[in-house]
Nanobody
Framework: QEQLVESGGGLVQVGGSLRLSCAVS????????MGWYRQIPGKERELVAT????????VYADSVKGRFTIARDISKNTVSLQMNSLKPEDTAVYFCHVLLRQTSSAAAPSYWGQGTQVTVST
């Protein structure tokens, strides 16, 4: 069963808006951060925005600051990305991601969604 399920991707014109949402399975416990990455074919996956679950502290890529807003809804166990003033360079597959709390010397486990396509046309 998929533990991260994205929705909200689609085709939008330049300057338009989309809202992505990721439903996180309640079977995943010990989450530190939740967020979104994106990937363009031939390029490495890059961070878009993350939010710390316990206090809502966000981190944004410089390219999306002032245009995108990340938020988590603890009661619904979701993380969303409101995308405004979209540009063609925002076109990518967007992946939901959760990072668990790190304990001792072990690397923190993480989870990825399957991705949702966002296409911004002129």
């Amino acid at each position: 069963q998929e533990q991260l399920v994205e929705s909200g991707g689609g085709l939008v014109q330049v300057g338009g808006s989309l809202r992505l949402s990721c439903a996180v399975s309640r079977d995943i416990v010990g989450i530190d951060t939740m967020g979104w990455y994106r990937q363009i074919p031939g390029k490495e996956r890059e961070l878009v925005a993350t939010v710390r679950k316990r206090d809502g502290t966000p981190v944004y890529a410089d390219s999306v600051k002032g245009r995108f807003t990340i938020a988590r809804d603890i009661s619904k166990n979701t993380v969303s990305l409101q995308m405004n003033s979209l540009k063609p360079e925002d076109t990518a597959v967007y992946f939901c991601h959760v990072l668990l709390r790190q304990t001792s010397s072990a690397a923190a486990p993480s989870y990825w969604g399957q991705g949702t396509q966002v296409t911004v046309s002129t």
